[in-house]
C-alpha cells in the first residue's frame, strides 16, 4: 500500500526499520507508540490482511501484509497433515519477507509479538540484521518462547516474563503506552449533563472484543452502585446481544469509547480484563482495578498478568468462574467506601507504570541498528 508523506529533505534518515505488528490493540498500539518515538527513521508495516492494522496504520506508515496463520494448533503426527500446512505457509511468508527486507533495504525488525513476529524474526536474522522483539506479557506467548532465541535483543514488559526467556537476551522496558495516557485529557460524554464531580466512577472495560459475561455481571449489579451515588460508564464491545437491554440515569453503555485515557483520568475504580495493553493503561493513569482475566486467553497469560498487579497491591483479581454478582457488588461498594485504601491500589498501580517505554524501546532500536 503506498503512502505519499511528508519528509525533511535536508535530514537524511540513518536507517529504514520493519515493523511487525498485527492482529490487536495489544500488539499494534506499543508499536505504534514505539515508532512514534523514531521519526529520523524510515519505518514502514507488516501485517495481515483484514485485521486490525488496515485501519490504524496505513494511514500512518506504508504496511505491506502477508497470509500467515497462528500456531493456536497441535502440531505432531496426529494432525500431519495441518501441520504441514502450517509449516508450509511459515516457510512461504519467511520467504516474502526476506523478499521485502532486501529490497526495500531495511536494516533490522521492531516486532511486538503474535504470529506476524515469527516470518519477520526469521527472515531478519537470516539476513544478517537485528531483530528486536517485545513481548508484553508475564507469560509470554509461543511465538515469543520458541523464536525469541534468534532474536538480538528481547524487551519484557513485566519483568516475571524473564524466567522463561532464559534462553534469551532479555532486557525491561515496560510496555508502551498511546500519548494522550500521559498527559491530561478532556472528556466529552455523549450524556445531556455532566456527571457531578462528586459522584464516583466505575469504568467497565473488556478489552478489544468486549466480555459479554463480565457485562452480565455488572448489569447485575449496577442497581446497588447507582444507590451508592455511583455512575457506570460501560464499554459493552459489539458482541452483547443484550447491550441496550439495561438503562439508567447515572448509567452510560458504548460499545467503544476513543478516549479511554479521559475515561481512566475521571473513574475513580475500573473493572476489567487483564491484557498487558489494558493494565498499562491502568497503572500510567493509576487506577485501582478488579481484574477478571480472560478465561480463554492462550496460555492463561491475562492470568498471570492480572496476579502481577494483585500481589502489588494495585488490584483484586478474580477468576471468571468464581465471581458471583453478590461478590462483585460487594467488592466494588467495599472499595467505593473506603477512599484511603482506593488511595493505596492508586499508588501501587503507578509504582508498576514505565512511563518512558516507548522511548526506552526506540533507543534499543537506535542502539542496534546504529
Not at 511528508?6 to 505504534?32: C, D, Y
Not at 514488559?157 to 532486557?171: C, D, I, P
Request: aromatic fraction near 8%; proline fraction near 6%.
Amino acid at each position: 500500500m503506498e503512502l505519499v508523506r511528508e519528509t525533511n529533505t535536508l535530514t537524511k534518515a540513518p536507517g529504514r526499520l520493519l515493523v511487525a505488528a498485527s492482529g490487536t490493540g495489544g500488539h499494534l498500539f506499543p508499536a505504534i507508540a514505539t515508532a512514534g518515538q523514531l521519526p529520523e527513521f524510515d519505518i514502514e508495516w507488516l501485517g495481515v490482511p483484514d485485521r486490525m492494522e488496515t485501519q490504524l496504520v496505513s494511514s500512518l506508515y506504508p504496511l505491506h501484509t502477508i497470509a500467515v496463520e497462528g500456531f493456536q494448533q497441535r502440531f505432531g503426527l496426529g494432525a500431519a497433515v495441518n501441520t504441514v500446512r502450517i509449516l508450509g505457509g511459515l516457510a512461504g511468508s519467511i520467504l516474502q519477507v526476506r523478499e521485502l527486507l532486501k529490497e526495500g533495504n531495511f536494516q533490522g525488525v521492531f516486532t511486538t509479538g503474535g504470529y506476524i513476529a515469527a516470518p519477520a524474526i526469521v527472515a531478519a536474522r537470516s539476513l544478517g540484521l537485528p531483530a528486536i522483539l517485545h513481548e508484553s506479557n508475564a507469560i509470554p506467548g509461543k511465538v515469543t518462547r520458541w523464536f525469541s532465541p534468534m532474536c538480538t535483543k528481547v524487551a519484557i514488559g513485566f519483568e516475571a516474563a524473564a524466567q522463561h526467556l532464559l534462553r534469551s537476551k532479555t532486557v525491561f522496558a515496560g510496555t508502551p503506552v498511546r500519548s494522550q495516557f500521559l498527559a491530561p485529557q478532556p472528556l466529552n460524554l455523549p450524556i445531556p449533563d455532566p456527571i457531578p464531580d462528586s459522584a464516583p466512577v466505575i469504568l467497565v472495560m473488556g478489552g478489544s472484543q468486549g466480555a459479554v459475561a463480565v457485562n452480565k455481571l455488572v448489569r447485575e449489579c449496577a442497581s446497588a452502585w447507582f444507590d451508592a451515588g455511583a455512575w457506570v460508564i460501560h464499554l459493552t464491545g459489539n458482541n452483547d446481544p443484550d447491550a441496550d437491554s439495561f438503562k439508567h440515569s447515572q448509567y452510560l453503555s458504548m460499545p467503544f469509547y476513543d478516549n479511554v485515557a479521559g475515561l481512566l483520568q475521571r473513574a475513580n475504580l475500573a473493572i476489567s480484563r487483564s491484557g498487558a495493553s489494558a493494565l498499562t493503561e491502568l497503572a500510567v493513569t493509576g487506577m485501582p482495578s478488579i481484574l477478571i482475566p480472560f478465561p480463554y486467553a492462550a496460555d492463561d497469560h491475562q492470568n498471570f498478568n492480572a496476579q502481577v498487579f494483585a500481589e502489588a497491591g494495585a488490584a483484586l483479581a478474580f477468576r471468571q468462574s468464581e465471581l458471583t454478582a453478590d461478590l462483585l457488588q460487594t467488592k466494588v461498594l467495599h472499595l467505593l467506601s473506603d477512599a484511603e485504601y482506593l488511595k493505596k491500589m492508586s499508588e501501587a498501580a503507578r509504582q508498576l507504570a514505565v512511563t518512558d517505554s516507548a522511548e526506552r524501546l526506540a533507543n534499543l532500536v537506535r542502539e542496534l541498528l546504529n
